[in-house]
């Protein structure tokens, strides 16, 4: 058995230590935002937050995030409510900026890799509120275990979203 | 008890009849609804297909009216990331059905037995009419002659507004005007449910004319978009069935082994797991996830499999495709641009080009590898749950391979990762093998494959090469122009899993295979230079490489990827006409501005021109190099049309010749589909598709060996990175007098390659006419 904690909820998995956390998620905890695709961290459709580090949920054995902080596509609306301190009537109806700007901007086309494009996005926005578009090419290319690929081709609309939630964060988050 | 009273009209074409309730007891909510269908009668063959399918001849089948004036579309077409059935569709139905985008509140897609028509997941604009278009105008007539009716108006007197139909100082909604009523209309429709174009709606009824669209043009957002960023969104992969096994294949060592003898399962190591074996099909099954992969990899290191050398591996695919495959058996296709004579203008040309073309094999490579719950109920029914363009299709694939009836199987259809093509023929792999373990162990059975498998296992976009013989006269014009296009078949729609397993399925492409499956290759990029009087373009087919060969008789199978075959065809012709240009010293737009006769192509090279910037000279450019380790820059053009939309491109790249590297700095495209029924996501599709195209381009080739497909993660089939974006500007010609959109998204595909050729040769005053443009490949060229 396995303690991790997962957007804020501590969890007891039986699943082995060396399941890839990915299939913890998945189907133990019955997550729907990462997903499979590569399964050899080249691709980041997997991605998910460790301690706010984006990490590849396929190749990590769930016996390694043992006591740490995990947060998924799904807990992205909560760590931004924690992290403005939105009272909980309020964190109820508020998604992520990165969400927001992600709809507003209608990225996704088949949306499978999105996951991973909107966790690489939290992450680059916690550290740095106002990134280039050089910057942005860079957080989704080169600094993750591999570059963060999308096959329908939504880089563009990747970019403009990420400048939108800069925008929405600025403001607050509306 | 319900009095019923029924009369009935013919309703442009259509028959109406009704059934007036006289309610006793509860509200009966009926929308429009049953009736005996004509096409059944007149298609005995088929009906056993719809008894789990809705009955296409009847309007509610397709478009529900609720009585709160809601409504619910459905339609066969599965969203692949296009997003069409969750604006364009809503957009035209409201227009049609003059309701307010928002009254359509749901949107049904894909599953066999909740909707109507069937067909893949392509042209979903169907040239201006698609089938949904035509419900609407069949249940708007409708609408108007029960109205007519009830409120004693002349149908000519009426208006509708928002849903509200008025006359002579009266007004009913569609909720009021349906509510409580039985409706009966027929519909038309002609085609067959399983078949790759699924059924057509017939007839003619009136259509709205563009001056009256309200609802077309906007930018409305696409609903589905929420919930996949918002992980409220049911995916394929969600789908958790009481009691599912998760299953992991063991594929044949190669494309032409069969199986010596299965390993052994070390149940000592995986208690739960069990092992399938069905002809030289392979899989392994077991409670969780993790334990079906460990396990599958424990089996498949022992498990034997016979040797297969029968391909000619990537190095000799050109020389093997010329020389050694046999282009005899399939009818030569000729166009129907064909004009003049070009043998003796070729003959005494005063400017001749001779070249020849290469296509690779390209990977629809979705980014999630495909899979499929199968669920066999012990009455002999199947439940597939997955992601498809054609689950029609697949149903009738499903349906052979057990040797049952379509009726029997029913495909469930949930959001996934776009495949391009690969299932719009029925299945992109996993499907049938799901059906196959769950058979066998009598439990629903999920069955993923792994990122190699789905890299070689899976279907291509097939490879081909063309040969240009062009003449140009003593003014600089095109005085003849003659292409032989040579491709394999370009679809393969047999399951894979069957295949192995030797369970029954379509016969592998033959000559005589229907339509898409056919070896015959036909002409599919429409020709657009009128201007040239002597015209020659012929299409040469064969089998797939290795299909005649393998013992399992798969060899390297080919499906159609965005743009299929257009692709393969329009690449030689727009590089040609780029060469061309050079050689006469004209500017490459201007050259393609002065062999058209058409309107809207000039239109559209035009647009091109001025929003990229172009600077109006020959090609190669002055000063061009091909040495060096300093960038040198570039610029090329290219055109197509495709489904009822003109298209122009501008690529401009820097290329480094000393490392091959090129970049493609900036991204111009114009794109007149006559009418654009949703101007953002028409952008972010081209933009798509743009992306795609650029990574297709300079990146993509499936690599294979004498014995299968070697290229097997994102390493060894690398596709496009976000730094490798160009700048893209996209620029949407409006074009209401042309009547009707056009589609949209998948042509951006393939202009993208002949513009960046062009551009490298431009810029450095050699031309690569192989695709694709690799980083070694072209350092090589150029350094020869």
Redesign the interface.
């Known amino acids: 058995m396995v303690k991790i904690t997962v957007n804020g909820v501590p969890r007891e998995v039986q699943a082995p230590g060396d399941t890839p956390l990915l299939y913890v998620l998945r189907n133990d905890l019955q997550l729907s935002g990462p997903q499979f695709g590569c399964g050899l961290a080249q691709c980041g459709a997997c991605s998910v937050l460790i301690d706010g580090k984006e990490a590849r949920s396929c190749v990590t054995p769930v016996s390694t995030v043992a006591n740490k902080e995990i947060t998924t596509l799904e807990g992205l609306p909560a760590r931004w409510a924690k992290q403005k301190g939105l009272p909980a009537a309020e964190a109820e109806n508020t998604l992520h900026p990165v969400q927001q700007a992600w709809i507003a901007e209608q990225t996704p086309l088949c949306g499978f890799c999105q996951n991973g494009m909107m966790i690489v996005a939290t992450e680059l926005l916690e550290s740095n509120p106002n990134p280039t578009t050089t910057q942005i090419k860079a957080a989704f290319t080169t600094s993750g275990p591999s570059p963060h690929l999308c096959r329908c081709g939504s880089y563009n609309a990747i970019i403009d979203a990420v400048k939108h939630a800069a925008v929405i964060m600025a403001k607050g988050g509306k | 008890m319900a009095t019923v009273t029924e009369n009935s009209r013919n309703v442009c074409g259509a028959v109406l009849s009704r059934r007036q309730f006289v309610k006793t007891g509860g509200a009966l909510v009926v929308g429009v609804s049953l009736v005996g269908s004509e096409f059944l009668k007149a298609n005995p063959a088929k009906a056993s297909v719809f008894m789990n399918s809705l009955d296409p001849t009847l309007p509610n089948s397709w478009i529900e009216i609720h009585p709160d004036s809601t409504i619910l579309i459905r339609t066969g077409k599965s969203d692949?990331?296009?997003?069409t059935t969750f604006t364009a569709y809503r957009q035209i139905v409201a227009d049609e059905m003059s309701v307010p985008f928002e009254a359509i509140t749901t949107v049904v897609a894909g599953d066999t037995d909740r909707t109507p028509d069937g067909s893949g997941a392509f042209d979903f604009l169907g040239r201006g009419t698609p089938n949904i278009r035509k419900a609407a105008a069949y249940t708007y007539q409708a609408l108007l002659d029960l109205a007519s009716e009830r409120l004693g108006v002349p149908k000519d007197q009426l208006s509708v507004k928002d849903g509200i139909i008025s006359g002579g100082g009266k007004s009913i909604s569609y909720g009021e005007l349906v509510k409580d009523q039985q409706l009966k209309l027929t519909i038309p429709v002609s085609g067959d449910l399983t078949s790759i174009f699924g059924l057509r709606v017939e007839g003619n009824p009136p259509m709205k004319p563009v001056s009256e669209y309200k609802v077309i043009g906007k930018s409305l957002?696409?609903s589905?978009?929420?919930s996949?960023?918002?992980?409220k969104?049911?995916?394929a992969?969600?789908v958790?069935l009481p009691g599912m096994l998760h299953g992991r294949m063991v594929h044949p060592k190669t494309l032409g082994s069969t199986l010596v003898s299965v390993g052994q399962l070390d149940k000592t190591k995986f208690p739960n797991s069990q092992v399938v074996v069905k002809g030289n099909l392979v899989g392994v099954v077991a409670p969780?996830?993790?334990e079906a992969i460990q396990a599958s990899q424990q089996v498949a290191a022992s498990t034997k499999w016979t040797e297969w050398k029968g391909l000619p591996g990537s190095a000799k695919l050109y020389d093997y495709l010329r020389k050694e495959a046999d282009w005899t058996t399939a009818p030569i296709t000729k166009s129907n641009a064909n004009v003049g004579d070009v043998g003796p203008t070729l003959a005494s040309a005063h400017k001749k080009l001779s070249a020849t073309y290469q296509f690779s094999y390209m990977k629809h490579?979705?980014?999630?590898?495909t899979m499929a719950v199968g669920d066999v109920k012990s009455d002999g029914t199947v439940h597939i749950h997955t992601h498809n363009q054609n689950p029609q299709a697949l149903r009738g694939e499903i349906a052979m391979m057990l040797g049952t009836t379509p009726d029997h199987v029913i495909v469930h259809c949930y959001?996934?990762?776009?495949h391009?093509g690969r299932s719009n023929g029925g299945n992109a792999g996993a499907e049938d093998e799901a059906v196959i373990l769950s058979q066998a162990v009598d439990k629903p059975v999920r069955v993923?494959w792994?990122?190699a498998e789905d890299l070689q296992w899976s279907t291509q976009s097939s490879a081909s090469y063309s040969d240009v013989e062009l003449a140009i006269d003593e003014t600089g014009k095109i005085a003849a122009y003659q292409i032989d296009h040579y491709m394999p078949a370009m679809q393969d729609d047999r399951p894979i899993g069957a295949v192995i397993a030797g369970l029954p399925t379509m016969s592998a492409p033959q000559v005589e295979s229907k339509s898409v499956t056919s070896t015959v290759n036909g002409l599919s990029d429409p020709w657009v230079y009128g201007g040239v009087s002597n015209v020659m373009e012929r299409g040469h087919g064969t089998f797939q490489i290795g299909q005649k060969a393998s013992p399992l008789a798969v060899g390297i199978r080919d499906h159609s990827m965005r743009t299929p075959g257009q692709f393969q065809q329009n690449y030689p012709r727009e590089l040609a006409m780029n060469e061309a240009a050079a050689l006469t010293g004209a500017d490459a737009i201007q050259f393609r501005i002065d062999h058209s006769k058409e309107e809207r192509v000039v239109g559209v090279l035009k647009a091109v021109r001025e929003a990229s910037g172009w600077d109006s000279r020959p090609s190669p450019r002055p000063h061009a190099v091909s040495t060096g380790s300093a960038p040198v820059r570039g610029r090329g053009v290219s055109l197509m049309f495709r489904s009822g939309t003109y298209w122009a491109c501008v690529c401009e790249i820097a290329v480094t010749p000393s490392t091959g590297a090129i970049a493609v700095e900036k991204y111009t495209i114009a794109v007149d589909p006559g009418i654009v029924v949703n101007p953002?996501?028409l952008k972010?599709?081209v933009?798509?598709?743009?992306?795609?195209g650029i990574?297709q381009a300079i990146f993509e080739e499936a690599m294979f060996d004498e014995s299968g497909i070697v290229s097997r993660?994102?390493?060894t089939y690398p596709?496009?990175?976000?730094?490798d974006?160009p700048e893209?500007k996209v620029v949407l010609l409006s074009n209401p007098k042309v009547g009707s959109y056009g589609g949209g998204s998948e042509a951006a595909n393939a202009l993208a390659a002949p513009a960046i050729a062009a551009a490298l040769h431009d810029a450095t005053g050699k031309v690569i006419r192989r695709l694709p443009l690799k980083r070694a490949y072209v350092q090589a060229v150029l350094k020869a």
């Open positions: 692949f990331g296009q997003g957002p696409n589905i978009i929420t996949k960023v918002t992980a969104e049911m995916w992969t969600d958790r969780t996830e993790w490579a979705p980014i999630g590898p959001p996934g990762a776009g391009y993923q792994m990122r953002m996501q972010r599709q933009e798509g598709g743009a992306a795609m990574s993660d994102w390493n596709i496009l990175k976000m730094a974006m893209i």
